[in-house]
């Protein structure tokens, strides 16, 4: 039962991508690849355009991206650290890069056929920082509560 579950659960996520596909009418490169070159774009151009604390927030919003790659070489049994070092500077010499699952290595995902979908991606950009901030000030609003219940001396 468990089993039927899950191979449905798998042919409807795969019709919902087909769709998006059709929907989108264009694909992102898959296997991180995308990650991995918005985060040098942010790093290397998009930085420099911005000053003080800005600075800060573009870098932090650039390797928070990585947590795609990162969660596909653990989830393929990699060993993360060494998986985005050599991503990242596989990309710096000019390569379109994604992960090749199978064995670590860089991979040029149109090749493989490694796609993701424009919508889930774009959708991944929007939400991420709304989500954050919101985080961001529930701790506020812990932190306040805390202290305003502390006894003044």
């Known amino acids: 039962n468990h089993t ?3 191979i449905k659960d798998a042919v409807r996520d795969g019709l919902r991508s ?5 929907e989108d009418e264009c694909v992102v490169l898959g ?10 774009h942010l790093i290397n151009q998009v930085k ?4 003080g604390r800005a600075q ?3 870098e932090a919003f650039a390797n928070a991206l990585l947590v795609v790659p990162k969660t596909l070489a653990e989830n393929a049994g990699l060993d993360t650290q060494d998986v985005i070092i050599s991503l ?6 000019g390569n379109v890069v994604g992960l090749n699952l199978q064995d670590g290595e860089p991979i040029d995902p149109q090749l493989a056929g490694i796609f993701d979908n424009y919508s889930v991606k774009r959708q991944l950009i929007n939400s991420g920082p709304v989500i ?17 219940r502390k006894p003044t001396a």
């Open 4 to 6: 039927i579950a899950q």
């Open 48 to 51: 420099k355009t911005v000053q």
């Open 132 to 148: 954050a901030s919101q985080l961001l000030l529930v701790d506020e609003v812990i932190r306040a509560g805390r202290n305003m």
């Open 56 to 58: 800060i927030g573009v």
């Open 31 to 40: 296997g991180g690849a995308f990650e991995v070159a918005a985060r040098q």
């Open 18 to 22: 087909v769709k998006n596909t059709l």
């Open 88 to 93: 990242t500077s596989e990309h710096e010499k």
